[in-house]
């Protein structure tokens, strides 16, 4: 019970964080339009730390809390998201990620599937050339900007993990 | 208790998880999906009210500790701007009263003026390439559809969704936004609009035209939506037009649309 309560209270903590970023810093972090996509990195650690349940909970929460800037496409998002969710999640138990890198590649692709599949849904082939550039100039450079920043943020819980160790 | 039953214990607790899983997943899905298919207007109020408490207070908080942070950087600026502003329109009061004399000799209808109404920045778009954002004005405050927007440094919109207190604009970056356009230097006509990217391109531009780079683009008034006389941006590049019968010249746009934070909307104009 105070397990599901602790993790209950910690992914609102973390919605939390997601609408204080969105709010305060999400502006303050991008370079040249490309952002940091910080919902999508807590979506793949929350799916890979607690399996597809909590993945596809936290994915549709946060694609909701999204959302809410285009109101026409409430939906979208949180059901891309919720699908993301799921799908790192499932990744908990059948895929090798003590590996930093691949961990860093998760992070990657799972940014660049939310772009493509919310292009494709938004979009359709309708402004196709447009969706297209829109990828090859920022989603890509999103996904390996919020890859870069996840691996630091992995490096730096290790350094201080092995620190306590020593100690 | 024998080690097969325990087996069994786990093998249940396992399809009993999996199950668990599988099943929040397409109950999740289920309702982004009845989310997706609700009626806009719908989505526009539910939007409205979860905003007011979710974003809400750190939208004004981030505001106020913005406006305190830079009070006395743009005091500074506005002090220098309104110095040589006041000069700026002495020179155009007198410019604009011999116009009006002229328009009546020639019985010119004279030029209407604009309302504005200052708006704040509530959130932007989550797609990765932002082409619409949110702002804290709406019906209730006199917003209307395609009601243009700017900021200080020029053309940033149009007002594209109007909800109670609440309202989307769409940037120049939006792929449907077209805005008719004029080189400053010579009249040169053409349309603006984006094709991905962080630069604008000033389309329908005939080979033969000159247009160069470092040229001033404004709005030319065209199709009456956006009114003439905004800054929508300067030449980047030109290229050379190849097979096709228009240039391809690429545009810096005038506003940082990353930097959004004060827009400004004008009345007055053609709008639904």
Redesign the interface.
């Known amino acids: 019970m105070n397990l599901s309560l602790s993790k209950t209270a910690g992914m609102i903590l973390l919605i939390l964080i997601v ?2 970023y ?3 810093f ?2 303050l972090v ?1 370079i ?2 490309i ?1 940091l ?1 910080l919902p999508m990195l807590i979506l793949v650690y929350i799916g890979l730390s607690r ?3 909590s993945g ?2 936290f ?2 929460l946060v ?17 891309i998201k ?2 993301l969710g ?1 799908l790192v ?1 499932s990744f908990k138990d059948n895929l090798y990620l003590e590996n930093n890198l691949s961990k860093g590649a998760v992070i990657f692709f799972s940014l660049i599937l939310n ?1 493509l599949l ?1 292009y494709f849904f ?2 359709g082939i309708k ?1 196709l ?7 090859l ?3 890509l450079l ?1 996904g390996l900007y919020t890859a870069l920043v996840g691996l630091l943020i992995l490096w730096l819980a290790q350094m201080r993990k092995a620190k306590e160790i020593t100690i | 208790m024998p080690f097969f039953l325990f087996d069994i214990i786990d093998r249940a607790k396992g399809s009993f998880i999996k199950e ?2 599988s099943a ?2 397409f109950l ?2 289920s ?8 009626p ?1 207007s719908f ?2 109020s ?3 009210v ?2 007011r408490f ?2 809400g207070p ?2 004004s ?2 505001v106020h500790v913005g406006q305190l942070y830079d009070v006395h950087r743009k005091n500074k600026i506005l002090n220098e701007k309104v110095t040589s502003l006041t000069l700026e329109n002495t020179k155009l009061q007198e410019e604009s009263r011999e116009n009006q004399r002229l328009r009546q000799l020639l019985g010119f209808k004279s030029a209407s003026s604009y309302q504005i109404i200052p708006a704040e920045v ?9 082409t ?3 702002i804290n004005l709406g019906e209730k405050d006199g917003v209307k559809k395609n009601m243009p927007v700017i900021n200080l440094e020029g053309l940033v919109g149009k007002v594209s ?1 109007v ?1 109670t207190g609440s309202s ?1 604009v769409q940037l120049l970056y939006h ?1 449907n936004c077209r805005v008719p356009a004029v080189d400053s230097r010579n009249r040169v006509q053409g349309i603006v609009k ?5 630069n604008l391109n000033l389309d329908n531009v005939p080979t033969e035209e000159d247009v160069k780079s470092g040229d001033e683009i404004y709005s030319s008034g065209m199709g009456k939506l956006f009114p003439e006389g905004l800054k929508i941006g300067q030449v980047l590049r030109v290229y050379p037009a190849g097979d096709s019968v228009f240039k391809t010249i690429i545009l810096k746009p005038a506003v940082d ?3 959004l934070e004060e827009i400004f909307l004008i009345k007055n104009l053609k709008q639904d």
Not at chain 2, 122 to 130: A, D, G, M, N
Request: with cysteine.
């Open positions: 609408v204080i969105q709010s305060l999400a502006g991008t040249h339009q952002r996509d399996g597809p349940a596809a909970i994915g549709f694609g909701f809390l999204l959302d809410l800037a285009s109101p026409s496409s409430l939906g979208l998002g949180a059901f919720t699908c799921y999640g772009d919310y938004s979009n402004n050339s447009y969706s297209v550039s829109v990828f100039n920022y989603s999103s | 668990k899983s929040t997943f999740l899905l309702l982004s999906l009845i989310l997706f298919l609700f806009v989505k526009n539910l939007s409205e979860v905003i979710t974003y750190f939208n908080l981030a509530v959130s932007v778009e989550p797609e990765r390439f932002s619409s954002i949110l969704e909800l989307v792929p984006s094709k991905g990217g962080i649309f990353s930097r």
